[in-house]
């Protein structure tokens, strides 16, 4: 399957990165925060995912995006919120 390549807004990763970060207390800094949190969670968020997967019908609306890990990103896959296990106060 051909990777996707997604069209973020000028500005729309550092929104959503600024948006998402919290002081990590495992990693003991201020980090853009991984929001999905999952088994193999590296905490700090590198990638933007979608909450509900583009594959799906989501969109790249704001609302519709959060920063997480490379890890959960891929163990997410083409899932919906069933498998998250932290949601923020915005959902």
């Known amino acids: 399957m051909a990777q996707r ?4 807004q000028p500005g729309q990763r550092e929104r959503i990165f600024t948006r998402d970060t ?16 999952l088994a193999h969670c590296t905490h700090e968020a ?3 995912d979608h909450i509900i997967p ?14 997480s890990c490379w890890r959960c990103n891929q163990d997410r896959r083409n899932a ?5 296990r932290h949601y923020p106060e915005y959902w």
């Open 46 to 48: 590198t990638v933007i």
């Open 54 to 67: 583009a594959s799906a019908g989501g969109t790249n609306d704001d609302n519709n995006l959060r920063a």
């Open 80 to 84: 919906t919120n069933r498998l998250t």
């Open 5 to 8: 390549e997604y069209r973020w």
């Open 22 to 37: 919290e002081h990590c207390p495992i990693l003991d800094r201020t980090i853009p925060h991984c929001q999905l949190r």
